[in-house]
């Protein structure tokens, strides 16, 4: 076992896969000799060369487009955003070309679009964002978002090996913050499709994903100390296809469910979920499916402002420890 | 004077296209020419092509073609000659073509009887009633069916290209953009992208005059499409696009020099959309003696007959044989497909990934 930080988890897992599968390239924007705006590549040129390792012009759209057509021809390309709030400018590529080959065309189009994205890093409001409602929205994709290191790596392991298009979230403030012993010279892979229960508990479930993982957890802690209150945390990992069963499972466990994310509130993934839960499991329910996530607003850059926007640990105490009591 | 009145004032005459580069001579039979047996299926294609789209017309009266109906009559002579200007075959190069380039999909190997089914909706169509009219493809025949988002197949044909280039094949992607779709960003962000990589990538430039009602003066500021492409660093020729020589030329160099790893090339078609942008569409915006100018004057099939004629490469019993046989052969097809039904309504949910399944049918579907 070897203690891995997130980045490095997910860079040994594109390097598995490059050394793995020639067919597997990776192509945007100072990915190269430079290693990457977060070092994600560093090293990656020099083993595998520049024809693998494919420095490209600021074009999210060419980037993600020049990628579906080398996964028709057979190829498995891992696009780079540098960061995710750039994948805006390839949405249409992303949404309209890749997304809908298969059905429309019966054309594969196995291939990775990863980045940087999320919050907490004083970023502003184009360095910082959770597009994943964006893309929640289209059949077709896939969209991974993992919370863990080991998840980090086995996600990205198994979105090179899918035969679908998977977007990849990395969340940046968990790049260097989060470590784990992973197994050396053992595969690690992680289904894609399937929730993770991060934590057990009965009386009140949290489903969330990414960072938010992480202050559900502190959250957990302080309410089982100060309040004794056993909370439960779902962490998602994947976001599409969304894993039904193991949030049907919560809520008959614990009957009240606190959906949390970093995304902003109107149109968030969290609406999604309650309305699943509402159609499946209403019977179940011991209290109103509550939400806590970013405020309505673009995300501002002054810490006094970041910290107010976000959904922070004492939020989610606060809302878990009001509908414990309801 | 309104600028429709100078603009009709102002339109060339047809024999006035610029043709920046020369056009061919009548290829002597010698070196890369082409035989008689190739002007021959050159004119087969040209015939079945405009012979479809009039078959396809009269379905449309009938209601029996679900959606629009897109012509290419005038442009079909660029569309046949550029493709046939390819290695055909399984593994070889690949095209991408836009609503008005039946011709090359014909020419690449699709059948009549699948674009027939493709605009009547058929369950039996390349895409089973998912997708509309050309937008089909079969990769190890060659081409590869566009979105109606203009632009985007240039990225995804510059990743073609670049599997080309990784893999050291000798294989070469063509790939239209018309004079409308060169205003959008993907068209831009795509050639810039190939140009830089030295893809082994074919643009082609079709300025037919009209994006939907569109003329060119309000799409554009420069003279021709090539200035675009030149300020990419890639090199940019103009042609007479109802010149078929001409255009055959053009390509068959720009492509040898892709395979050869020279880089992008751009080739500029002139030429002219002589219906509306689909069967609905009156075409009041344009001056009435503009398109009888271009079909009385400048018909690329007339114009190609004229010159097989004139050299007395062919006779006219052998156009004549090769009508027959299209007109049987779109006639067989049309009575292979006509009368299939429609794709069974639940067909519509599973394949929007390879695992899992579709989702079920929704609740509502059965309470």
């Known amino acids: 076992m070897a203690e891995v930080t997130f980045l490095e988890a997910l860079r040994q897992g594109l390097w598995e896969e490059m050394e793995r599968d020639e067919r597997v390239f990776i192509l945007g924007e100072d990915v190269g000799l430079y290693g990457g705006a977060f070092k994600v590549t560093d090293g990656f040129a020099k083993r595998f060369g520049e024809s693998r390792v494919i420095d490209t012009p600021i ?157 559900a957890l502190e959250a957990a802690e302080r309410l089982e100390k100060e309040d004794n209150v056993s909370v439960e945390v779902l962490d998602l990992r994947t976001l599409l296809p969304m894993d039904d069963a193991a949030i049907i499972r919560t809520v008959k466990k614990t009957n009240k469910v606190l959906i949390v994310h970093e995304d902003t509130r109107t149109g968030g993934i969290a609406g999604e979920i309650a309305a699943r839960i509402n159609e499946q499991a209403f019977e179940w329910l011991d209290g109103p499916i509550m939400r806590v996530t970013a405020h309505d607003v673009p995300l501002p850059y002054a810490p006094t402002l970041e910290d107010f926007v976000l959904p922070q640990t004492d939020d989610i105490v606060k809302a878990a420890r009001w509908l414990a009591a309801y | 004077m309104d600028s429709r009145a100078a603009r009709a004032a102002s339109a060339a005459p047809p024999s006035a296209v610029p043709a920046t580069q020369p056009t061919a001579a009548l290829p002597a039979g010698g070196g890369g020419a082409l035989s008689r047996d190739q002007l021959l299926e050159i004119y087969y294609y040209l015939r079945l092509t405009r012979t479809l789209e009039e078959r396809l017309v009269a379905l449309y009266r009938q209601s029996k073609v679900i959606g629009g109906l897109f012509r290419s009559l005038g442009q079909e002579g660029e569309s046949v000659a550029r493709a046939y200007a390819l290695e055909r075959g399984r593994h070889k190069d690949v095209l991408s073509p836009l609503i008005r380039n039946l011709g090359s999909l014909l020419v690449m190997g699709a059948q009549p009887a699948e674009i027939l089914r493709q605009y009547m909706a058929k369950a039996e169509s390349p895409t089973r009633g998912r997708e509309l009219n050309v937008h089909f493809n079969d990769l190890e025949k060659g081409y590869l069916g566009q979105i109606s988002h203009l632009g985007d197949m240039i990225p995804v044909m510059a990743g073609i290209a670049l599997t080309f280039k990784l893999r050291g094949e000798p294989r070469v992607g063509l790939v239209y953009i018309g004079d409308g779709g060169t205003s959008t960003g993907t068209f831009h962000e795509g050639l810039n992208f190939a140009a830089v990589q030295r893809l082994p990538l074919v643009v082609i430039g079709e300025y037919n005059h009209w994006a939907y009602s569109t003329p060119p003066e309000k799409q554009f500021a420069v003279k021709d499409l090539a200035d675009k492409a030149k300020g990419y660093g890639i090199p940019a020729v103009t042609v007479d696009g109802n010149d078929v020589f001409a255009v055959y030329e053009a390509t068959r160099f720009a492509v040898e020099r892709a395979r050869r790893g020279k880089g992008v090339h751009f080739i500029e078609v002139k030429t002219y959309r002589r219906k509306g942008h689909a069967e609905h569409d009156d075409q009041h915006y344009v001056p009435k003696s503009e398109l009888e100018r271009w079909a009385s004057e400048n018909d690329p099939v007339d114009r190609y007959v004229q010159r097989l004629l004139g050299a007395d490469m062919v006779a006219e019993a052998d156009l004549k044989d090769i009508d027959d046989r299209v007109r049987v052969e779109v006639d067989q097809a049309t009575d292979a497909c006509v009368d299939e039904p429609l794709p069974a309504p639940e067909t519509a949910l599973p394949g929007v990934y390879a695992d899992p399944p579709a989702a079920d049918k929704l609740w509502f579907r059965s309470v």
Not at chain 1, 69 to 82: F, K, S, Y
């Open chain 1, 59 to 215: 074009s999210e759209a060419a980037i993600v487009g020049a990628a579906a057509g080398a996964a028709h021809m057979g190829m498995r390309p891992v696009a780079e955003m540098q960061f995710i709030d750039f994948i805006s400018c390839a949405y249409d590529m992303l949404t309209n070309y890749v997304a809908t080959a298969r059905y429309r065309a019966g054309l594969a189009t196995p291939m990775v679009v990863r980045g940087p994205c999320g919050g907490y890093v004083r970023g502003g409001p184009f360095h910082s964002q959770n597009p994943e409602a964006a893309f929640l929205h289209t059949p077709g994709l896939k969209i991974v978002y993992p919370a863990t290191a080991r998840d980090a790596k086995g996600l990205i392991k198994a979105s090179i090996r899918d035969q679908d298009p998977v977007l990849y979230l990395e969340h940046k403030w968990l790049y260097r913050r989060i470590k784990e012993q992973l197994p050396e010279g053992e595969e690690v892979l992680t289904p894609i499709g399937e929730a993770r229960l991060a934590r057990e508990g009965k009386d009140l479930s949290i489903i969330t994903y990414g960072a938010t993982v992480w202050k």
